[in-house]
């Protein structure tokens, strides 16, 4: 197994802010006592963005919206495999 590379400088405000707002995701019942994701709950991370001074802008606001449609993809796909089995 190889280490995943380092990520780019540009890159670390978001991956830093990312890692700060995995508590801020809205959820819905998703049956068996569950629950599943539906997307960040974009007011607490703004919330948090301000509370930690980091200054908003688009390109930081992108990365962290590329990096929500991954997760949401993500179990998307483990639900898809899931029931598949």
């Known amino acids: ?5 380092a990520p780019l400088p540009c890159n670390l405000l978001a991956l830093a802010l990312w890692k ?5 995701w809205n959820h819905v019942p998703a049956g068996m006592g569950g629950s599943m994701r539906t997307g960040l709950n974009w007011q607490a ?7 930690l001074g980091i200054e908003w802008t688009m390109g930081l606001y992108r990365k ?19 029931r598949s089995s």
């Open 45 to 51: 991370v703004d919330w948090r963005v301000q509370f």
């Open 64 to 82: 962290l919206q590329h990096l929500e449609r991954l997760e949401l993809n993500a179990q998307h796909n483990a639900l898809k495999q899931q």
């Open 1 to 5: 197994m190889t280490d995943a590379p």
């Open 20 to 24: 700060e707002v995995q508590t801020d």
